[in-house]
């Protein structure tokens, strides 16, 4: 990539707090985001949802900055902000008009440190995530992702999904929460990364003066035991209301650090469609030339398909989900994909089909990099499973795949021995 991907200037704070600085004077914008190491992965068993849960009573404002105050002054200055939790971490942005950014430094800087944890609204907030939970419940694909998720890891936290189980929600206690803030929510355990229209010596001097007096922690990653990949294929059926069958086929994956997840990628492109990285979103490209599609959709077998593999620490899932349609059954679609995976083992691909692919993966790259939420949104994301320079040399690596590099690791990823294959199958009482 050139120098404009390259410029970000990084220091390390006394206390640990990782800093990422990028100057972009595009527009008059700066974003901000704060990403904690601790996501999913590090809740035990009992605890599942708790870094959501937590997420949630992060936005219920401090002393300094109540609630109200917060949703008021930042959308009346132009500004948004969310936040998100995920396998591997946790992140909070606000993307402001440069001018009036000082109130987002502030207020990070602040809920890292002084959240009330006030027992009325951790009761508000449990039943809110309560509430989520069960509208995801009755959503077929949550359901299917579900089980899928818990058969393929049947150790390793990554079996859980990011918003918990409905019962440890109900009995996750303030104590619990306000254990867990502490124990993650420190400068050691936080990357702060910030992209847009400011002077990069002045912000660092505002930074540092806001942070310095931050008690310090350590970062120290979790060693969690992984799984070992599966020896057989381990396949469900998932029974409830609906009109539509779902197919989900997960497969072990490698995690976003090893060359093979890199090839996994451009695999995935031309089996099922480029898929984007960045869940913050930035564009998307059409799968119709991916094998799949023209062998499933086009021939009427399922309504979409699409395929993805997810950057995180331990190795994850590589999935294949498609929408059965409704004149056939999903055992038709399996014999397709396993057919199409047969021939990737068996043949090797040709240079053509990989360049494509890999202009598709550079295309959607860039939709996904190209404004200043999303620049600082890769500055700290690519840091919670690697560093900066695995975004940097992130096309490079496709480029790099072969033709023999891609029927090795479909020889050795895509065995139905590796993978849980999921059926969401309607009930009969579900239909009309």
């Not at 500055?379 to 033709?403: C, P, R, T």
Request: with cysteine.
């Amino acid at each position: 990539m050139n120098n404009y991907w390259n410029n970000v200037d990084k220091i390390t704070l006394d206390n640990g707090l990782t800093i990422l600085l990028k100057e972009i004077h595009t527009a008059p914008l700066i974003s901000q985001w704060v990403w904690y190491r601790v996501g999913s992965r590090n809740e035990q068993a009992g605890k599942t949802g708790i870094s959501h849960f937590l997420e949630h009573l992060q936005f219920k404002g401090t002393p300094k900055y109540p609630h109200q105050f917060l949703d008021h002054a930042i959308s009346r200055d132009g500004g948004i902000w969310n936040a998100m939790t995920y396998l591997d971490w946790t992140t909070y942005f606000e993307t402001m008009p440069a001018d009036k950014i000082d109130l987002s430094l502030e207020l990070e800087v602040d809920r890292m440190v002084n959240n009330q944890f006030k027992p009325e609204e951790i009761e508000s907030e449990r039943t809110v995530i309560l509430s989520e939970r069960e509208g995801n419940e009755n959503e077929p694909t949550f359901r299917l992702s579900e089980a899928v998720q818990k058969a393929a890891f049947p150790g390793h936290p990554y079996q859980h999904e990011v918003i918990g189980e409905s019962e440890d929600i109900r009995t996750i206690s303030r104590d619990d929460l306000i254990q867990h803030y502490r124990e993650n929510y420190h400068p050691g355990n936080a990357v702060l990364a910030l992209a847009g229209d400011f002077n990069v010596a002045e912000m660092q001097s505002k930074l540092k003066q806001l942070y310095e007096n931050v008690t310090a922690g350590a970062y120290q990653p979790q060693a969690i035991h992984r799984d070992e990949p599966p020896e057989k294929e381990t396949r469900i059926v998932v029974e409830g209301p609906g009109e539509t069958t779902f197919l989900d086929i997960s497969y072990r994956a490698p995690c976003a650090i090893e060359e093979d997840f890199f090839t996994l990628t451009v695999l995935d492109s031309i089996l099922s469609g480029p898929s984007s990285l960045n869940m913050f979103g930035g564009g998307s490209i059409s799968n119709k030339t991916s094998r799949l599609y023209q062998q499933l959709v086009e021939k009427d077998l399922a309504v979409s398909i699409s395929g993805g593999v997810t950057a995180t620490i331990d190795p994850y899932l590589f999935g294949i989900s498609a929408t059965i349609h409704p004149a056939h059954t999903p055992e038709e679609s399996i014999r397709v994909i396993d057919e199409q995976i047969r021939r990737l083992q068996e043949e090797k691909v040709k240079m053509e089909e990989i360049q494509r692919a890999v202009k598709q993966a550079r295309a959607l790259f860039s939709y996904g990099s190209e404004n200043i939420t999303n620049q600082a949104f890769w500055m700290g994301y690519a840091n919670m499973f690697a560093d900066y320079d695995w975004f940097i040399n992130y096309i490079q690596q496709l480029e790099q795949v072969s033709a023999e590099e891609l029927q090795r690791v479909a020889q050795i990823y895509l065995q139905p021995s590796r993978r849980v294959v999921g059926i969401y199958q309607p009930t009969s009482a579900g239909r009309q």
